[in-house]
C-alpha cells in the first residue's frame, strides 16, 4: 500500500490511529523546539505561512509496518528571510554507533 497524501487519506486507511499519533508526535517536537508563534489576529501587512504534513511509512526486511512517520513541513516558498523569519529549524537524523 501506498501512503497517504492527504489528511483525508489518512483518516480512510486501516492505521488511521497510528497516523495520528505521528501527526501528534511531530507537532508536539515543533511546539518543544518553539518553532512557531500562536497569535489571535495577523497584522495587515503579514500572510500566513501554509504547511502540508508528508506521511512516511518505515518497514522491516519483511515488509511489515515498524513506524508511521509524519513531518510537517512549512510552505517557506512565500517567506522573505530578515522579514518573516530568522532563524531556521530542520530535524535531523541520529545515528547511533555501536
Known amino acids: ?3 497517504p497524501r492527504t489528511l483525508k487519506e489518512v483518516l480512510l486507511s486501516p492505521h488511521s490511529k497510528q497516523w495520528e499519533k505521528a501527526v501528534k508526535s511531530e507537532f508536539n517536537q515543533l511546539v518543544k ?9 495577523l ?9 502540508h504534513i ?3 511509512e518505515k518497514l522491516d526486511g ?7 512517520k509524519a513531518q510537517i513541513v512549512a510552505q517557506g516558498f512565500s517567506q ?17 554507533m555501536l
Open 62 to 68: 519483511y515488509g511489515k509496518h515498524v513506524k508511521f
Open 43 to 51: 497584522p495587515n501587512d503579514k500572510k500566513a505561512v501554509g504547511s
Open 33 to 41: 523546539a518553539k518553532v512557531f508563534d500562536w497569535v489571535e489576529y
Open 80 to 96: 522573505v528571510p530578515g522579514l518573516d523569519f530568522t532563524e531556521m529549524f530542520s530535524s535531523v537524523a541520529r545515528f547511533t
Open 54 to 56: 508528508v506521511f512516511k
Open 1 to 3: 500500500m501506498s501512503e
